[in-house]
């Protein structure tokens, strides 16, 4: 069984955002790219399933641009043994529906049977691509797992369902899960990993290359459009009550409460 | 000692060996390697070098294949630890004087002698120990647990104390039969494994006298004296300056001799000039980075004055800095002046 690990880079997480003149996007100038938190979790899981002999494969799937074979190639250099990079340039305007598209496409091509993903990209957070890939691709979806068994074609998926109690999900291959922080605690790359990913191609399709019209992606393709992007309101300046005594300072809380903020 | 398997997991011991589970890198990348471990504490990377080029090393080049499948890999990922026996109490820069000998009795070897001044030696599962039989230095294998083996550690030192050295004594040690370096005979064994070593402490000095600089440059522009920084000063700005070049040509002395060496074509007399240079420039730096940081200069919450004293070791152990010169006073001469 190949595994399929969804792969997004975003803007490093201490990174100031600002947002572009027309309002269109960010400006990506400066900015360092990682790989998304969540899906190095589903690259972990991913590998560990191919160190347990449960996986004869690990191939990343992404959406990118040429900038984005640097993650790429940090996953192959820790163990990953295969890659697709659909060509950003071929799927450009997409909306989460068309780029599922292209990752569902990606997979098919592939020949992978289980896909894993982050359960949710740090700088979108829209959370969608996976569960339209699922949808996509016909698979059911467990998503925002914490704990993963794989045994024959069976799933056993471990949920975090508030209050203490773990939701247990079973299911079969084929399918998409999900990974949330506390799954495992991804590897790094080693110095003979990053020497044998060196030998590893990167595949480079466009969307038709995988059999996709122009309809399907890119602006033609999208159910949504971005009509502009804002940064939050900057922050009220905060004050701070001055008075002599403890009941003073009550007091005029209570009245600035009232006749300022008038929220009692 | 915590630090080892982690170590072996990012596959930095042995890195420049090909195959048998090590990475493969290239010498300069070996060298980088050395040069990040050493801005830590020479301690470290004394480690890797005794690892992978004094013990890895030799059983790749000289072992039988057996022997590479039985420790190399186990090596490489740092579950069993080496260490080199070569220099004696008495012996040091003369090991061609040893005393430690090896005889042969019918399906084994018996050692006789002892070793000092040897990393990792206590902690060591394998030691690739230097030894004379029938009057010949040759290459044995002699493992922890072998009758008449021990390794007891050495103790009040003021400098490595990241790093654990050891004597080795053998009285009747008697290993197996198999356990002989099949690939090589005399001083050209224990030479072959100190040029890797040498070479890598040339990037890795370089790493000591980095952390010293950055130090140095830190603490200078945040101490005021006289209503200024420091830094401020010329005689300071002055000292940084010379740091920064001096560092600046090791880097360049390191790296050509990285890249000729990728090719296969670096002399020993280079890895004597480069290891002479590096490590006697990062010992300066250290001693200016101490004067810099004025009487803060000689407490554990600055790196310097224990970069200082582990590069008072690094000057004196993998050939000294008198010995490196008078090898390359042998090849400009053609005359040796050891003796």
Redesign the interface.
Known sequence: MKVGVLLKQVPASDTIIKINPDKTGIVTAGIKWETNPYDELALEAALQLKDAGKATGVVVLTVGAADADARVRDALSRGATEAIRVDEASVVGSDSLGTARALAAAAKAAGVELILAGKQAIDTDSAAVPAMVAELLGWPQVSVVTGLTVDGGKITAERNAGGGFIEVVSTSVPAVITCDKGLNTPR?A??????AAKKIPIEVKSAADLGLSAGQVGAAGALVEESGLELPPPRPSSKIIQGATPEAKVKELVRLLRDEAKVI | MHLVPEIGEMGLLGANIEGYGCAGLSNVAYGLICQELERGDSGLRSFVSVQGSLAMHPIRSFGTEAQRLKYLPEMAAGRMIGCFGLTEPDFGSNPGGMLTKAVDDGDSYVLNGAKMWITNGTLAHVAVVWAKLDGEIRGFIVEKGDPGFSAPEMHGKHSLKASVTSELVFQDCRIPKDRILPGVKGLRGPFSCLNNARFGISWGALGAAMACYHSAVEYSKTRIQFDKPIASFQLIQMKLAWMLREITKGQLLALHAGRIKDKGELIPEQVSLAKMNNVDIALQIARTARDIHGANGILDEYPVMRHMANLESVYTYEGTHDIHNLILGRWITGIQAFT
């Open positions: 790094f080693n110095m003979k990993g990053i020497m």
